[in-house]
Every structure is written in C-alpha cells, then in structure tokens.
C-alpha cells in the first residue's frame, strides 16, 4: 500500500508518472528496451531530452535566450559551478536565508570577494529579510538568492529588485510550484528530487551570454557553456531522471500548468496553515508573510509529544514527517505531487492526536 509521504527529499512523485514508468520498464516505445538501458546518443534518447527541455520552456516560459540545462551533481555542485563562471569582476553578494544559502555563500568565498548582504540567522532563519537595490554593490556580478527555505520553510513572496545585477535563485524546493517571470533571473538552478524527477538530475536555467568568460580554473565540465553548446549531451547525461522528468513536466502540463498547480499549492498550504493556527497543540514559528507553500515546519513544544507524532503518524501511513535535524519537531514537504487528500490526511492525524495528547 502506498503511504501518504511528506519527505522533504527525495520527495514524492504522482502516482501516475509512477505507473507509466512501470509499464515502459521492458519497452520504452516499441524500442525493446527500458530508457536506463538506452544509449545517449540514440534518437529515441535525444527526442527524450528535446522533449524535457521544451516542456521546461513552455510550463516556465522561459525565453529563447536562455539555455536549459539537464546536468547532475545536485543543487550543491551549483554552489561552486555559479561563481565559476559568473564571477568577471571578482565580486558576488549573497543572501544568508538558511542552511543550503549558507553552503552557497561559504563555497563562493573560495574565488572571489563573497559578500553577504542580509541574514535572517539572528532569528532562526524564521523570516525573508527585505532586500533594497541600495544593499547591493553595483559592481557586483550577481546577486545569489534562495527562492524556498526548505528546512526552515520561507519563501519569497517578491524577488528583490538588484537594479540590473543578473539575480541568481536557488530554486531547488519550490521550482514550478508557482508562476515565476524566468526573465528576471540570470540563472535558476534546482536539484530535481523535490519537484521535478528521482535524483540524479540538476536543472540550470541560465541567460545564455552568461556563460561566456568563465574563471580560467573553471572545469570543462562546470563550464555552463559546455553543455549549453552540445544540448547537454557533452557527456552522459542521468538518462533515466531526465525520462521520469519529463513524464512529470507532462503530467504538469495535463494538471493545468503551474498556474493551475499554483492554486492547488496554496490550498493545501492555506488548510494546513489555518489548521496549525488554530489549534492548542501545534505551532509554526515563520513569519506569516513568509510561509512557504511546499515546506510546514511545525511543533508541539514538547520534545516527547514531537517524538511521539512521529512514531503514531507511521502507524496511520504518514511517513517522513520528522522535521530537519537542526530545526526538530516536524515537518510537511507538500511538494507539487502531493495530493490535496494526503494533506487532509495528515489535518485528520493532526486534529486526533492533538484530542489524545491534550
Ligand atoms: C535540497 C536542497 C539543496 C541540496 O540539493 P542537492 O541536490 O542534494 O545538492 C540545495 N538547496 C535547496 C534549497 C534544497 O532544498
């Protein structure tokens, strides 16, 4: 029986996408074959990955002058890949909103002057500090930002205004969760095991006339402009997570769009937050301007009683609910493939455990 999974990542992917991916494993269209077994250089292969990046392009509307790259290495590689080849004047400045923005800014400080311009650490990464064009140095190469706080669940309501500096976004927990105007970033990347595929796969959206000049030491395959030129195929590429990629950005496209999905986001987040207001036992601590839609951290104040959910919860069929070691207490990844029914689910497991444990 399938649970109702709330992991934060690798998260849960739509039941359907599951299915076809079942029934293809012997033979990816009349191949013989399953994708994981496929050459990267066959057509079937390369209609695959055309597929995928078009179906980016169209549900994200991202502009033609924007290379989408299907690379691997996870969202963490990107901490280094970023300034690689888009430090030219030496200088970046970053925005400190969690664990993962930190790991960003900490790489970055190894090849250039790394500045960090706004914090939210002095109180627990609870809120999204406001961001003003005067904070940034105008000789700043780009300003680093990150979209969605996965472990602390934030998320920018607005993107800072940088005056003309190229943004960068770390979008890795909330790409395609709601509607985003690409062409105000230079680069967006995301590891794909949130919202997008299993792992394996990093998605890197980035302005094509970014990429050239690169820092010397950048290696040939960090170097945006390798894969951008050779349709990231310069080497192999995950296969088999590009594949599952684009059944789920088909199963998108089925749903609505992001617009539509958008919508079934905040309903699910609105149930769940409204729930937590209101009720004795539980409590978020986000700044409510601040909240994200795909990750709801939460806690009852008691570390046995936190414990205690846990452990019920999986005997009720939710699982992987705990919430982030360095936060504790819990956590719902309510990611796009999570279904308005499993966070009603998790409100009934809510609302009975709170009844047991007042
Ligand atoms: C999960 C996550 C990462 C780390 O991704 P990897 O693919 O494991 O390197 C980075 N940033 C954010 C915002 C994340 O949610």
Same mark, same amino acid.
């Given at each position: ?24 494993m ?31 392009k ?9 290379y ?48 960090c ?18 904070m ?19 998320r ?7 005056g ?9 927990s909330n ?20 919202n ?14 970014l990429?050239?000049?690169?820092l010397? %030491? ?7 402009s390798?894969? !951008?030129?050779?349709? @990231?195929? #310069? +080497?192999?590429? $995950? ?9 789920v ?56 009683l936190?414990e205690?959910?846990v ?6 069929? %939710?699982?992987?609910i705990?919430g982030?070691?360095s936060?504790? !207490?819990?956590?719902? @990844?309510? #990611? +796009?493939?999570? $279904? ?9 497991f ?9």
């Amino acid at each position: 029986m399938r649970v109702c999974n709330f992991s934060a990542g690798p998260g849960v992917l739509p039941e359907k996408v599951l299915q076809r991916v079942q029934a293809e494993m012997l033979d990816y269209g009349g191949t013989g074959m399953s994708v994981a077994e496929m050459s990267h250089r066959s057509k079937p292969f390369e209609e695959i990955v055309n597929r995928t990046v078009a179906l980016f392009k169209e549900l994200m509307n991202i502009p033609d002058d924007y290379y989408v790259l299907l690379l691997q290495g996870g969202a963490s590689l990107q901490f280094e890949a970023v300034p690689l080849n888009l430090l030219k004047n030496g200088k970046a400045d970053y925005v400190v909103t969690g664990n993962f923005a930190k790991k960003a800014y900490k790489e970055a400080q190894k090849y250039g002057d790394i500045a960090c311009v706004a914090s939210s650490e002095d109180k627990d990464f609870t809120y999204i500090p406001a961001l003003s064009r005067d904070m940034f140095r105008r000789d700043a190469d780009y300003v680093h930002i990150t979209s969605n706080n996965t472990i602390y669940g934030t998320r920018y309501t607005q993107f800072p205004d940088t005056g003309g500096i190229p943004l960068v976004c770390d979008m890795s927990s909330n790409i395609l969760s709601e509607e985003m105007d690409v062409s105000k970033f230079g680069l967006i990347y995301a590891g794909a095991q949130k919202n997008i595929a299993p792992a394996g796969l990093t998605v890197v959206i980035v302005r094509k006339d970014l990429c050239d000049n690169p820092l010397p %030491i950048c290696p040939t395959m960090l170097r945006y402009s390798t894969h !951008g030129k050779k349709n @990231s195929l #310069y +080497n192999t590429p $995950p296969c088999f997570s590009i594949y599952v990629a684009m059944l789920v950005l088909e199963w998108l496209k089925e749903m609505g769009g992001v617009k539509e999905i958008q919508k079934i986001n905040c309903e699910k987040a609105q149930i769940l937050y409204d729930f937590i207001d209101n009720s004795k036992l539980y409590k978020n601590p986000v700044r409510k301007e601040d909240r994200s839609i795909m990750n709801v951290p939460f806690v009852t104040g008691s570390h046995e009683l936190d414990e205690k959910f846990v452990k019920e919860a999986k005997d009720y069929g %939710i699982v992987s609910i705990k919430g982030h070691r360095s936060v504790g !207490g819990m956590r719902a @990844s309510i #990611y +796009n493939a999570m $279904p308005i029914e499993g966070v009603k689910k998790l409100i009934e497991f809510m609302k009975k455990f709170e009844l047991e444990n007042a």
